[in-house]
C-alpha cells in the first residue's frame, strides 16, 4: 500500500484479512510523498490468484494508492496490479524475469488505434506497459524505501 488516508487503514486490513483468511495488521508508517497518508508492505504465499483477489477487493476505493504482485509458478503467468486514485486500476501478466508480457490481440488493437490517428503507437504501448501508473506511483515507491515488510506464509 503506497498511500492511504489513516481513517481507512483498519479497513484495509480487514478486507486484505477477508481474501487471506488470516487477521492481517499492517506496520502502517507515514508517507512522505503525501502528508496526512500512510504506507505498508505486506508478503504473502497462498494461491494462484490471490493478488487478482486482493486487488478486487481494494479496488474503487476512493485516495489509495497501491501495487500487487503475484510471481509466476511452474504452472501459472505472475501478475501485477497497480492503482492510482486519477488512473484506476491496470493489470498486467508477467513472465518469471518480472516482464510485462502483452497478448497479441491488444498488440494489434493498439497498432490499429495509431493507424486510425486516434492515438499514437507510443502512447498505446506505454499504456499496455502501465507507464501512466509507474510514472504517477515512482514517487511514493522511493518515499517507502527501509519501511518494513510483514510475511506472511499459507500451506498450499
Not at 481474501?19 to 504465499?45: C, H, I, K, N
Not at 504517477?136 to 518494513?148: D, I, M, N, S, Y
Request: negative net charge; charged residues 20%; proline residues 7%.
Amino acid at each position: 500500500m503506497h498511500s492511504a488516508p489513516s481513517a481507512l487503514c483498519p479497513h484495509i486490513e480487514w478486507a486484505v484479512g477477508g481474501v487471506l483468511g488470516v487477521a492481517v495488521s499492517l506496520d502502517w508508517t507515514p508517507q512522505p510523498a503525501q502528508p496526512g497518508s500512510y504506507r505498508a508492505e505486506l508478503s504473502w504465499s497462498g494461491a494462484a490468484g490471490t493478488a487478482a483477489a486482493v486487488a478486487s477487493a481494494l479496488r474503487g476505493w476512493n485516495h489509495l494508492r497501491f501495487e500487487i504482485t503475484e510471481e509466476p509458478t511452474s504452472s501459472t503467468e505472475g501478475t501485477r496490479f497497480s492503482c492510482t486514485p486519477d488512473l484506476g486500476i491496470f493489470h498486467a501478466i508477467t513472465g518469471p524475469h518480472g516482464d510485462i508480457l502483452i497478448p497479441e490481440d491488444r498488440l494489434k488493437a493498439a497498432v490499429v488505434k495509431a493507424a486510425l490517428g486516434d492515438t499514437t503507437l507510443l502512447v498505446e504501448i506505454d499504456q499496455l506497459l502501465g507507464k501512466p501508473w509507474d510514472d504517477e506511483l515512482e514517487t511514493f515507491r522511493h518515499a517507502g524505501e527501509g519501511a518494513p515488510v510483514r510475511w506472511l506464509h499459507q500451506v498450499v
